[in-house]
């Protein structure tokens, strides 16, 4: 029953902006760390960003400065606003709920739940 749904992807020029949703079901976002994946055709997923349960949050450098993570508890939402975005950022966008023992870290991690992802095209 936990569930996670993205949306907001879609395709946007180079320096242009984009905000992700991930909606939860079946259980309370804020208890858990959550973080935004990626993945690309042929590429690894990387880890895009992550917010604790605590309200840290963290991002990888290729897109710290432009990419930040939020939450509406209120919505039970998580949201990945995306700025200046580059033809690399280009893949399907990925949340993910912490259900490892310490399921409010974003250091100790088991994202089990996953969303279903939203595509991101950056192009001109």
């Known amino acids: 029953q936990l569930q996670l749904v993205e949306s907001g992807g879609g395709l946007v020029q180079p320096g242009g902006s984009l905000r992700l949703s991930c909606a939860a079901s079946g259980f309370t976002l804020d208890n858990y760390a959550i973080g935004w994946f990626r993945q690309a055709p042929g590429k690894e997923r990387e880890r895009v960003s992550c917010?604790?349960?605590?309200?840290?949050?963290n991002y990888a450098d290729s897109v710290k400065g432009r990419f930040t993570i939020s939450r509406d508890n209120a919505l039970n939402t998580v949201y990945l606003q995306m700025n200046s975005l580059k033809p690399e950022d280009t893949a399907s966008y990925y949340c993910?709920?912490?259900?490892?023992?310490?399921?409010?870290?974003?250091?100790?991690?088991?994202?089990?739940?996953w969303g279903q992802g939203t595509q991101v095209i950056v192009s001109s």
């Open positions: 917010t604790s349960s605590g309200g840290t949050t």
């Open positions: 993910a709920a912490n259900g490892g023992p310490i399921r409010g870290s974003c250091l100790i991690t088991d994202f089990r739940s």
